[in-house]
Structure formats: structure tokens, C-alpha cells
């Protein structure tokens, strides 16, 4: 089962609040809705049963967060673009993440082969840019991903 799967939300059980690190989701009674017994953030259940929604907040956008089997992660699209339809989805993420980071290692060894022969400065230039890039873009998606 991919990590990044939408699973069934039950009233009956309780979650992680993703608004609070400690808070506990619990139903509140004779609703189809759930409330964190640490921050009161109050969500409601998507007609679906796959997702939840937070009532209330300041915000006019409306979080919507959707359950892994381990936290609830924030349910959001993607933004259009080149870029984001070339990476693909979240479920993909994972494995653009190990590629870059082989790829960063990889750049650094050379780095560091490139410090102990004599070599064109420009080229160690352009070697730490490319290592720069590559782990910006690591923690960035992330970061992303983290939501």
C-alpha cells in the first residue's frame, strides 16, 4: 500500500490532531464530527469518509486533511505547471527524493576530489552551485511534503 494512500476515517477511533503535536481527535457526540481535546480545532467528515475539514479558523481557505494509516496529511492539488506535472505526484516524491540525494552525494564526492587535485576554479564554482541546487531542491519537496 503506497504510503501517501487515502484510508477510510472512522468515527469510532481516535487520531492525531494535525493542528497540535500532543492533541487527540475524539468524536463529538451524536455528530459526524471530530474535536481535539488540546487546541479545539473542531473538523467535520467529508461525505466520503475519506477526508475531514476544520471548521471555523480565520482562514477563508479551509484545510482539508485526509488519513495515511499513520497522521493525517494535509489534502491539497498540486499546482499546474511544467514543473509540477513533469515530477509527477506525491507518491512519486519519494523516489525524485532518493535520486536527488544520490545525486547530491555523488556531486560532493566530486566536490571533494575536485579540493585535493589542482583544478579550474570555475569548475568548482559550478560544482558547488550543482550541489546547492540539487539539496535546496531535496529539502524543498520535503518540506512540501511534510505539508
Same mark, same amino acid.
Given at each position: 500500500? *503506497?504510503?501517501?494512500? #487515502? #484510508?477510510? +476515517?472512522?468515527?469510532?477511533?481516535?487520531? $492525531?490532531?494535525?493542528?497540535?503535536?500532543?492533541?487527540?481527535? &475524539?468524536?463529538?457526540?451524536?455528530?459526524?464530527? %471530530?474535536?481535539?481535546?488540546?487546541?479545539?480545532?473542531? %473538523?467535520?467528515? #467529508?461525505?466520503?469518509?475519506?477526508?475531514?475539514?476544520?471548521?471555523?479558523?480565520? *482562514? $477563508?481557505?479551509?484545510?482539508?486533511?485526509? =488519513?495515511?494509516?499513520?497522521?493525517?496529511? @494535509?489534502?491539497?492539488?498540486?499546482?499546474?505547471?511544467?514543473? =509540477?506535472?513533469?515530477?509527477?505526484? $506525491? &507518491?512519486?516524491?519519494?523516489?525524485?527524493?532518493?535520486?536527488?540525494?544520490?545525486?547530491?552525494?555523488?556531486?560532493?564526492?566530486?566536490? +571533494?576530489?575536485?579540493?585535493?587535485?589542482?583544478?579550474?576554479? *570555475?569548475? @568548482?564554482?559550478?560544482?558547488?552551485?550543482?550541489?546547492?541546487?540539487?539539496?535546496?531542491? +531535496?529539502?524543498?519537496? =520535503?518540506?512540501?511534503?511534510?505539508?
Amino acid at each position: 500500500m *503506497s504510503p501517501y494512500q #487515502q #484510508q477510510q +476515517i472512522y468515527l469510532d477511533r481516535e487520531y $492525531p490532531c494535525p493542528c497540535h503535536l500532543h492533541g487527540k481527535l &475524539q468524536q463529538i457526540v451524536l455528530t459526524e464530527a %471530530f474535536g481535539c481535546d488540546r487546541c479545539h480545532h473542531l %473538523f467535520v467528515m #467529508q461525505k466520503d469518509s475519506l477526508a475531514i475539514e476544520e471548521l471555523g479558523g480565520t *482562514s $477563508p481557505y479551509k484545510r482539508r486533511y485526509y =488519513w495515511d494509516g499513520k497522521r493525517l496529511r @494535509n489534502l491539497r492539488s498540486l499546482p499546474s505547471g511544467t514543473f =509540477w506535472t513533469f515530477l509527477g505526484s $506525491p &507518491q512519486r516524491w519519494t523516489r525524485w527524493i532518493e535520486y536527488l540525494s544520490v545525486t547530491s552525494v555523488l556531486l560532493i564526492v566530486l566536490r +571533494i576530489y575536485c579540493g585535493i587535485t589542482p583544478t579550474n576554479h *570555475s569548475f @568548482n564554482l559550478v560544482l558547488s552551485m550543482a550541489i546547492t541546487i540539487v539539496v535546496s531542491t +531535496i529539502i524543498m519537496l =520535503w518540506l512540501f511534503d511534510q505539508g
